[in-house]
């Protein structure tokens, strides 16, 4: 898990809890093995899941009181079959095959790539997920705005004045010029939350941050939403040769 699952995550979910609302965290089990994480593993997937939310509680997301409730989906759409499967075939019927595919980039695929006939399931279900939980808002990355306009346009299909609020948040790049999104699969462009202290420093050190420029500076954007959120300060120290502390 990189910091903006572990970290960036926590910070927004506690502002949620913060001010009143509930939180539901579905551990899409379920769509990890659709999308062929762990060689379609469910038990491994599964296993995955538990290290994620045990990373949460050392994070300090606020998980008292039941502020959050860890939800998951092959037990929870299994228990309710009969709800949730004519939910997604409605969503499905009502979108011609092209719409669906693209909203592939919530998969981390593209509409142009090759999918599996799993894969073509995810966006309808992952729509008949903010339904099937009767959430209010939905919060997702900027990465899943795609299949969040999909459940609106559906909402307006079906008529219904209850449309979710999507709440999408800030994609945290990676550390190397040019990526938009941090990504699990190249590790030196990623922090992890795992990560020796050692291994941070060597990877900020290395961070691309030209002098100067701060649109796509990654340093900049960390210090933005990772260690203003969570310190409330950012200290630079420098020596007096260098114009000293200000």
Known sequence: MHIAQGVMK????????????KVKIWI??????????????LNKIQTVGHYLIEIWKVADMNLEDGKVE?????EEINARAREYWPLVMDIARRNKLPRITRCCQIMGQSEHDELTAAQIF??????ADIFFLKADICQLGMDQRKV????REYYDDIKSKNKPIVLSH?????LLQGQEKMSKSNSSSAVFMDDEETEVNL???KAYCPPNIVDGNPCLEYIKYIVFPWFNEFKVERKEENGGEK
């Open 10 to 21: 926590t910070i927004n979910f506690n502002k949620l809890t913060s001010i009143g609302c």
């Open 28 to 41: 899409a089990d379920w769509f990890a093995q659709l999308n062929n994480k762990m060689g379609g593993d």
């Open 70 to 74: 860890f939800i998951w989906s092959f």
């Open 122 to 127: 995810y966006p309808s279900m992952q729509c």
């Open 148 to 151: 969040n306009v999909l459940a």
């Open 170 to 174: 800030h994609m945290l790049p990676g």
């Open 203 to 205: 990877k900020i050190k």
